[in-house]
């Protein structure tokens, strides 16, 4: 009986090594996501995490050949909609905004992962996304979430791990606005040590109809660092902003600013990250005079760090042509590849992703040419060492119309 046990034991451990994934790498051009110049080497995948990175002499149970091709950490999209909106002008379909709350909105257990935004993105290079809510007429809307984009039902997520606001080109007063931002982190100051309920009983937040889950929103971005984007772009609103973060201790990251050019030294001498559309190069408003197809570079050598967004709805892996374009005008080719990988899951506290090093989750796409040109592909996408399908609504509909043309 004891050696049938041992038996037993023997056959479950040897099924394991067996059934244990890994996948090798070989010979591609890597771009490690921090900033560092690339090099060709191998990557070794086993358990969904890197195991090694180098020049390897392994046998795997998956081998690929990327002679030739780039290799980058899965792109991270730090200002999208994807899960939470299917198209846009159905409001059946968005789950975006909240009818009660409001900073302590949470769109967490809207997400959908069978959203057709998820395929779409994710085989043009995106493997996790930051989610967030609408904007509101609130200096501050709510809280946004990280998704990693398997597919997979039991999603894989930091919850309300950002908070959402803007300021400026607004129908009110901007003055009225920044007061209000101000009173705001007051109160997520006052509701430390969970004093909450005294907070909810306080003139402004009564006047607000503020709930608890606002109090304690607020508590974590005046309290604990929880990470607040602000979008922005007068030149005067992001000096006030600068001025706030520093007041009060806040963790800030601004986005959009077009006119940052003109408070450059203040801006760089803050620390906060920003996140940009390099794309964007026309006023749409009197608060943008100064956009440019040169402000990421301008940033660039001035120090900032960079995050990229995209103006088209739906298609947020266009960052990468944004990118693409900043190194055009002159920012620096790895500071654009980390500025959708490492820089955002440093500025935002993503834990073992955005970079291919030893022990981060294996979030790998292997690309058929350079991934800052708009028509370059993934050939692979791999989330946690797993290969993902990158077959598509659109590529399903593209299939079925060619094959239709050809038996015609």
Not at 50 to 73: F, H, Q, V, W, Y
């Amino acid at each position: 009986m004891k050696n049938f046990k041992l038996l037993l034991s023997f056959i479950f451990m040897v099924s394991i090594n067996v059934n244990a994934s890994d996948t090798l790498i070989k010979n591609g051009t890597i771009h490690i996501g921090d900033g560092s110049e690339a090099f060709v080497g191998d990557i070794y995948i086993k358990n969904g995490v890197i195991n090694s990175i180098g020049n390897l002499d392994i046998d795997a149970s998956i081998t690929i050949d990327a002679e030739g091709k780039i290799i980058t950490p899965g792109f991270i999209a730090p200002m999208t909609a994807v899960g939470i909106i299917e198209i846009g002008s159905l409001d059946v379909t968005r789950d975006d905004a909240a009818d009660y709350l409001n900073m302590g909105f949470s769109i967490f257990r809207a997400f959908n992962p069978n959203s057709t935004l998820i395929p779409w993105n994710r085989s043009n290079g995106l493997t996790s996304v930051i989610t967030l809510p609408q904007q509101t007429s609130m200096p501050l809307a709510g809280m946004g979430s990280f998704f990693v984009l398997d597919g997979k039902m039991d999603v894989t997520g930091m919850k309300d791990m950002v908070m959402l606001g803007k300021m400026g080109a607004s129908s009110g007063s901007r003055s009225e606005d920044l007061d209000l931002l101000e009173n705001l982190i007051s109160l997520g100051k006052l509701a430390r040590n969970k004093n909450y309920e005294k907070v909810l009983e306080s003139p402004l937040a009564e006047f607000f109809e503020l709930h608890l889950q606002d109090i304690e929103a607020l508590d974590k971005v005046a309290n604990k660092k929880l990470p607040l984007i602000i979008e922005t772009n007068r030149a005067t609103d992001i000096k006030h902003l600068i001025d706030i973060k520093n007041k009060y201790n806040l963790n800030l990251i601004l986005a959009g600013i077009e006119d940052a050019p003109l408070v450059l030294n203040e801006l760089a001498q803050s620390g906060i990250p920003v996140i940009i559309n390099p794309m964007d190069n026309i006023p749409n408003s009197f608060d943008e005079l100064s956009s440019s197809l040169e402000l990421a570079s301008i940033l660039n050598q001035a120090g900032v760090t960079i995050m990229f967004d995209s103006a088209r709805s739906h298609n947020y892996h266009l960052m990468r042509q944004g990118a693409g374009n900043a190194v055009a005008y002159g920012m620096k080719y790895e500071d654009a590849i980390s500025g959708m990988s490492k820089i955002v899951a440093d500025v935002f506290g993503i834990k073992n992703r955005g970079s291919l090093v030893k022990g981060n989750f294996a979030d790998v796409v292997i690309w058929e040419s350079d991934p800052l040109e708009p028509a370059s592909m993934p050939l692979y996408v791999i989330i946690e060492g797993e290969q993902i399908d990158l077959i598509t609504r659109s590529s399903r509909l593209k299939d079925r119309y060619i094959n239709k043309l050809i038996k015609n």
